[in-house]
């Protein structure tokens, strides 16, 4: 049970984190629409802030996500019942190309230089008012601009952790028979965005 506890604290510490980024990207960003709807700005005026904030959401729901797993695993592992075990599985696989998504921006954009063929290198290409932003990459290897674009929705995908998280809770809760969501149920709730 320590492993459990210790990789449920670890899920409720990184969803605060995440969830921290998120609030910080939305304020500049919102905060930057307001002068460009004003007059005063130009897309150029989107600072670091909310573009590091918006990255940093991609490290902490990563971590967010393999907590989840590493419980997920040991849950349907140990369990005695198959019918809780496979609604678990489902629920993964529900979640399992969101996860892929969520894993690989943080893999390809916020690691790198892990891989050199897939950098970014500043600004975001463009933005949308629903707190989009979208970033070309570069081929260090080959020296040469790709036109694939990382588009990042940090409000968006937060939505989606906070669902997938609220899922996963409530699985383990029923195969473990403990009613251990109060907490996490609440920190999910009072962080609404």
Same mark, same amino acid.
């Given at each position: 049970?320590?492993?459990?506890?210790?990789?449920?604290?670890?899920?409720?510490?990184?969803?605060?984190?995440? =969830? !921290?980024? =998120?609030?910080?990207?939305?304020?500049?960003?919102?905060?930057?629409?307001?002068?460009?709807?004003?007059?005063?700005?130009?897309?150029?005026?989107?600072?670091? #802030?909310?573009?590091?904030?918006?990255?940093?959401?991609?490290?902490?729901?990563? =971590?967010? @996500?393999?907590?989840?797993?590493?419980?997920?695993?040991?849950?349907?592992?140990?369990?005695?019942?198959?019918?809780?075990?496979?609604?678990?599985?489902?629920?993964?696989?529900?979640?399992?190309?969101?996860?892929?998504?969520?894993?690989?921006?943080?893999?390809?954009?916020?690691?790198?230089?892990?891989?050199?063929?897939?950098?970014?290198? !500043?600004?975001?290409?463009?933005? !949308?008012?629903?707190?989009?932003?979208?970033?070309?990459?570069?081929?260090?290897?080959?020296?040469?601009?790709?036109?694939?674009?990382?588009?990042? #929705?940090? @409000?968006?995908?937060?939505?989606?952790?906070?669902?997938?998280?609220? #899922?996963?809770?409530?699985?383990?809760?029923?195969?473990? !028979?403990?009613?251990?969501?109060?907490?996490?149920?609440?920190?999910?709730?009072?962080?609404?965005?």
């Amino acid at each position: 049970w320590l492993r459990r506890l210790a990789l449920l604290e670890n899920l409720n510490n990184y969803y605060r984190f995440a =969830v !921290g980024s =998120v609030r910080l990207f939305q304020e500049s960003f919102n905060k930057n629409l307001e002068l460009i709807s004003k007059g005063e700005g130009t897309k150029d005026n989107f600072d670091d #802030e909310s573009h590091s904030s918006a990255l940093s959401f991609y490290s902490h729901g990563r =971590v967010c @996500i393999e907590s989840s797993r590493l419980l997920s695993d040991e849950a349907i592992f140990y369990t005695n019942n198959e019918k809780k075990a496979e609604a678990l599985q489902e629920h993964r696989d529900k979640y399992a190309a969101w996860a892929r998504d969520i894993i690989e921006k943080r893999n390809e954009i916020v690691a790198h230089p892990h891989n050199t063929r897939k950098m970014i290198t !500043g600004s975001p290409n463009s933005w !949308g008012s629903s707190g989009e932003l979208t970033f070309f990459t570069v081929d260090l290897e080959h020296i040469t601009i790709k036109h694939d674009e990382y588009k990042l #929705e940090p @409000i968006k995908n937060l939505k989606e952790l906070k669902n997938y998280i609220e #899922e996963t809770i409530a699985h383990l809760s029923l195969i473990w !028979g403990i009613n251990f969501t109060s907490k996490t149920q609440s920190l999910i709730s009072s962080e609404e965005m």
